[in-house]
Nanobody, 121 residues
Framework: QVQLVESGGGLVQAGGSLRLSCAAS????????MGWHRQAPGKQRELVAD???????NYAASVKGRFTISRDNAKNTVYLQMNSLKPEDTAVYYC???????????????WGQGTQVTVSS
């Protein structure tokens, strides 16, 4: 019922910047938290950052001060501005959104398809 479409990944040199976007669509009644996770080869998926509907944010220690998460509630979209990128930031980045959708409405928790971010040294 809820689809997430991510964009903005790519290849960048160390020290560069990228901005990821994730737009949610479907029979959405309300959205609670929106966030970004990442998974590097051979590693577990980890939380990068998340943001509540009210705008409270939470960041992994490894990205604090370099990444900024934001959201546009009117567009059901979450962004991740990534600055001062490092080779260790290389991973597939996944958007995650939860809230309520459908006619009842019911709780949902959806994941995007993932977008590759590669940082070269």
């Amino acid at each position: 019922q809820v689809q997430l479409v991510e964009s903005g990944g790519g290849l960048v040199q160390a020290g560069g910047s990228l901005r990821l976007s994730c737009a949610a669509s479907g029979s959405i009644f309300s959205i609670n938290a929106m966030g970004w996770h990442r998974q590097a080869p051979g590693k577990q998926r980890e939380l990068v950052a998340d943001i509540t509907r009210g705008g409270s944010t939470n960041y992994a220690a490894s990205v604090k001060g370099r990444f900024t998460i934001s959201r546009d509630n009117a567009k059901n979209t979450v962004y991740l501005q990534m600055n001062s990128l490092k080779p260790e930031d290389t991973a597939v980045y996944y958007c995650n959104v939860d809230g309520r959708a459908g006619q009842l409405p019911k709780y949902f928790n959806s994941w995007g398809q993932g977008t590759q971010v590669t940082v070269s040294s």
